[in-house]
């Protein structure tokens, strides 16, 4: 009996397998829960997802080329909603996750960022997410 391995098949089938246990991980990816948003949570959720989530994943879920934003890390006692209206003008330097630099993103126009911060924040308090004292 002599059978031909499929090579391609394992390999694919191996990477589907391992697939959420690397993305867990690297902690690049987060479950997240959507629920009813405010019309404002609304508009800020369909920017981010225009704008924001071909690295920060869908609904801020976390995604290949970015972190999650719905994560305890960016609770609002440690990075206030200036942080991120910064981040999205200015881009930031690495400093919580593996993912290199984030550069400007000035194609997000600047009042855009009152939907952007609504969403996230509903977002995050919708997940368990709330402010804590930031500590060193």
């Not at 690297?26 to 704008?51: C, P, R, Y």
């Not at 869908?58 to 999650?68: E, K, V």
């Not at 609770?75 to 910064?86: C, D, K, Q």
């Amino acid at each position: 009996m002599n059978k031909k391995i499929n090579f391609p098949i394992i390999l694919l089938s191996g990477l589907f397998l391992l697939s959420p246990t690397y993305a867990d991980h690297k902690k690049s990816h987060v479950d997240v829960e959507v629920g009813n948003l405010s019309s404002t949570a609304s508009k800020g959720q369909l920017v981010f997802n225009t704008n924001c989530a071909s690295c920060h994943g869908i609904n801020a879920a976390g995604g290949i080329g970015g972190p999650p934003l719905i994560h305890n890390i960016y609770n609002p006692g440690h990075h206030a909603n200036a942080s991120f209206i910064r981040a999205v003008r200015n881009g930031v330097k690495q400093h919580h996750w593996q993912f290199g630099d984030m550069p400007p993103q000035k194609h997000v126009a600047f009042g855009d960022m009152v939907f952007l911060m609504k969403f996230i924040r509903e977002v995050q308090q919708q997940n368990g997410i709330k402010a804590m004292d930031h500590q060193m």
